[in-house]
């Protein structure tokens, strides 16, 4: 079973920083396309980073030189740095998974919350 637990949210200042983690079991994060979404109360969520299992990351415009998604092969975590955050920043911040190839999936983590004040 392919879990996913996210953790690192919280609650910081305008032009402060937060890493998020992200937990994989059940999958290996190096062979999988791995995401960051985020989300905000009456819109739909939001693709934040994506690293690919060849490496290859994307990133939304509006976070793009402030944020970083990495990955850690032997912890088996994925992990986003968002520095310089903003208020427009906030919202609850969700890992997901695609999988594989050969192994498609749709994989979301529980999600954290992560509040910037101005």
């Known amino acids: 079973q392919v879990q996913l637990v996210e953790s690192g949210g919280g609650l910081v200042q305008a032009g402060g920083s937060l890493r998020l983690s992200c937990a994989a079991s059940g999958i290996t994060v190096t062979f999988n396309t791995m995401d960051w979404y985020r989300q905000v109360p009456g819109k739909s969520r939001e693709l934040v980073a994506t690293i690919t299992s060849g490496g290859s990351i994307n990133y939304a415009e509006s976070v793009k030189g402030r944020f970083t998604i990495s990955r850690d092969n032997a912890k088996n975590t994925v992990y986003m740095q968002m520095n310089s955050l903003k208020p427009e920043d906030t919202a609850v911040y969700y890992c997901?998974?695609?999988?594989?190839?050969?192994?498609?999936?749709?994989?979301w983590g529980q999600g954290t919350q992560v509040t910037v004040s101005s």
């Open positions: 997901h998974t695609l999988g594989q190839l050969g192994r498609r999936l749709n994989t």
